[in-house]
T-cell receptor
Framework: GENVEQHPSTLSVQEGDSAVIKCTYSDSASNYFPWYKQELGKRPQLIIDIRSNVGEKKDQRIAVTLNKTAKHFSLHITETQPEDSAVYFCAAPGHGGSQGNLIFGKGTKLSVKP | DGGITQSPKYLFRKEGQNVTLSCEQNLNHDAMYWYRQDPGQGLRLIYYSQIVNDFQKGDIAEGYSVSREKKESFPLTVTSAQKNPTAFYLC???????????FGPGTRLTVL
């Protein structure tokens, strides 16, 4: 089945700096990789996703890159702002016994200091 | 996200009681999911359903039960067999399984 590893577990940056969160996956058949942002006490919300037919996708200050050969994908946030402070989760499709659902990483707590 | 609702927002239960958490979606999604989240932790899958009248156990199904009698509804029952049920419960849905999941606002369950 799929295994998703996410690093780092915590990340602290100064406002205006960039933040990078990396996830690795184990199943080469995986073809869809979403990223979610969860603010304290709120629901996770999709912020960006990428499918395996592209290597990079960008939406304003947020970008995701995918390296299928190395089986990893990364979230890049540029010009960070205090409102970017949250927990970020990556995910990949389950396979085998987990087919039919997404496998989530354990999350990265991002703190942006003003 | 506005198409997925969960109720109640807060729920208090006495030990030994069963409680049912509601999840409804009007997005016409086939797949629905239940997750448990403990403070500072990630998302753990309890049950999921890819189609009406069918559901599968997730990683932590013991002490929980579900039903999927209607496409729009996927209620979760936390039974007295669940020894540590205090947590934040999130419901999600997706058009098809293994695709983008959209989450409800969550129910915070506390056992007194």
């Amino acid at each position: 089945g799929e295994n998703v590893e996410q690093h780092p577990s915590t990340l602290s940056v100064q406002e205006g700096d960039s933040a990078v969160i990396k996830c690795t996956y184990s199943d080469s058949a995986s073809n869809y990789f979403p990223w979610y942002k969860q603010e304290l006490g709120k629901r996770p919300q999709l912020i960006i996703d990428i499918r395996s037919n592209v290597g990079e996708k960008k939406d304003q200050r947020i970008a995701v890159t995918l390296n299928k050969t190395a089986k990893h994908f990364s979230l890049h946030i540029t010009e960070t702002q205090p409102e970017d402070s949250a927990v970020y989760f990556c995910a990949a499709p389950g396979h085998g016994g987990s087919q039919g659902n997404l496998i989530f990483g354990k999350g990265t707590k991002l703190s942006v200091k003003p | 996200d506005g198409g997925i609702t969960q109720s109640p927002k807060y729920l208090f239960r006495k030990e030994g009681q069963n409680v049912t958490l509601s999840c409804e979606q009007n997005l016409n999604h086939d797949a629905m999911y239940w997750y448990r989240q403990d403070p500072g932790q990630g998302l753990r899958l309890i049950y999921y359903s890819q189609i009406v009248n069918d559901f599968q156990k997730g990683d932590i199904a013991e002490g929980y039960s579900v039903s999927r009698e209607k496409k729009e509804s996927f209620p979760l029952t936390v039974t007295s067999a669940q020894k540590n049920p205090t947590a934040f419960y999130l419901c999600a849905s997706s058009i098809i399984s293994s695709d983008t999941q959209y989450f409800g606002p969550g129910t915070r369950l506390t056992v007194l």
